[in-house]
């Protein structure tokens, strides 16, 4: 199996998610995508891989996906543990609260 399959588990496979390139509509299923991820390597790894391996190969390193003065991250509360339960990811009614760019647009709280 060569390295840029999905199924490759080391991180920096090169392997990124298909909606985190695909701007749109495609979104709506991203966190089906995750949890499908997460049963092929470990929950940690597909949240990274959506997150830093992302922002490395856009050139973000330290923009984007890490929580820093200065950078720009949106941030998810999770109605239970998706490290523990990945399936959480593929329900958004299980995001109880959501901030984007700094504003909070969801909370269920």
Known sequence: MDSQSPSAPEYGSGWVPISSAQPGPAQDR?????SLRAALETP?????????????ILGLSGQVSVIAPGAQADLLLWNGNPLEDPELFSDPTNAVLVIQAGQIVKDLR
């Open 30 to 34: 991203r966190g089906k995508e995750l």
């Open 44 to 56: 940690m790894e597909a949240l990274v891989a959506a997150t830093r391996t992302n922002a490395e």
